[in-house]
């Protein structure tokens, strides 16, 4: 059981929740993410990048957006309510060394997963520069964590409601055109988004590592479920990612499998709707 101890909500959909979790707060490192599931009679299994940890505490914190049923539900948990289980740390932690200019473009939600790697590089020497972008300004996440580690943080907005009126492709592209372009790329955001940053930096040569976030279920490589091509290769995201050379991923064919599931997540959220108790009924 893992008590929740803070719960703040950052824009319309986005909660930032802390609980108790000692053993994965000590071991944990950058990149690495948890599935957690709510409860054990009908929860599903969700990966959540580990946001930040608390190693004294023995604390850990997500940041999460309310997209479907299980997100919902995490997001009406209060202080002091558990989670039932937490994994974690899964995954390969951030390949992380001084490369010299290090240039982090989040999308949306990817700004979480995102910052602490951004920690990371900084804290090993690099120059870090930070793209974040969202639909709008509400929706857009981790601005002032943003600012204090970089040394040039740019803000776009698809509709120009806060920062520049463009993608993060925009930004990203002028920085490789530029005097001194970045030496690695982080590019963490819906995958159409990583996809663009990929294309945008392969003319360059640009060293683009990209986050992905394939459907997981069991996060230890049994179950197969997040298998993507990589440089022509079968690669499992929990266990041999969730970071891979963006040049070399298939996202058209991990874009088609994220869709698989779409009828079931849409029922399953229309059914939360109507207000569901933990078994599965309805109140
Ligand atoms: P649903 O309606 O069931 O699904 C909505 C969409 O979420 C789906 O279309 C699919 O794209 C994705 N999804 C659904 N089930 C799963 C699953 N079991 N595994 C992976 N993706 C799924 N989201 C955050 O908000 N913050 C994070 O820090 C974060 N980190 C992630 C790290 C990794 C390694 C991965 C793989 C995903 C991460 N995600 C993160 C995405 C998050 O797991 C999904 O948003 C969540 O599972 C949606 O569940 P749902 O029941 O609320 O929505
Ligand atoms: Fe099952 Fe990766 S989630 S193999
Ligand atoms: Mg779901």
């Keep these: 059981m893992n008590r929740i101890l803070e719960k703040r909500q950052l824009s319309a959909e986005v909660f930032r929740m802390t609980f108790d979790a000692p053993n994965i707060a000590r071991e944990r490192r950058a990149g690495q993410f948890l599935i957690i599931q709510l409860d054990t009679q ?21 940041i999460f957006q309310a997209v479907g049923e299980t997100t919902h539900r995490l997001a009406e948990f209060k202080v002091g309510d ?35 790697i951004a ?4 804290a090993a020497g690099n120059e870090v520069s930070i793209v974040i972008g969202a639909r709008n300004k509400e929706l857009l996440i ?3 964590e943003m600012r204090r580690i970089s040394s040039d943080l740019t803000i ?12 993060v492709t ?8 530029g005097p001194k372009p970045p030496d690695i790329v982080v590019a963490i955001g819906p ?16 060293h683009t590592v990209v986050s992905l976030n394939t459907i997981m279920i069991d996060g230890t490589g049994m179950c197969g479920g997040c298998r993507v091509t990589v ?42 709707h109507l207000d569901l108790n933990i078994a599965g009924e309805v109140r």
């Design 231 to 272: 440089g022509g290769q079968t690669k499992f995201v929990c266990v041999d990612g969730p970071e891979f050379d963006g040049h070399k991923v298939d996202f058209d064919n991990m874009i088609l499998r994220l869709g698989a599931y779409k009828p079931q997540e849409k029922e399953a959220h229309h059914r939360c």
């Design 42 to 62: 009908v929860g599903e299994r969700i990966p959540l990048t580990i946001a930040d940890a608390d190693a004294v505490k023995g604390s850990v914190t997500i």
């Design 191 to 206: 995958p159409v988004m990583m996809k663009f940053c990929a294309e945008t930096t392969r003319p360059f040569g640009v």
């Design 119 to 122: 920690q990371a590089l900084k």
């Design 82 to 116: 558990e989670i039932r289980n937490v994994l974690g740390p899964l995954g390969q932690p951030t390949h992380i060394k001084n490369f010299g200019r290090a240039l982090c473009v989040g999308g949306g939600i990817g700004a979480a997963p995102l910052h602490p």
């Design 170 to 177: 925009a930004p990203l592209k002028e920085a490789c055109e």
């Design 142 to 144: 981790m601005e002032e």
């Design 156 to 167: 776009v907005t698809d509709d120009g409601s806060a920062g520049r009126k463009a993608l």
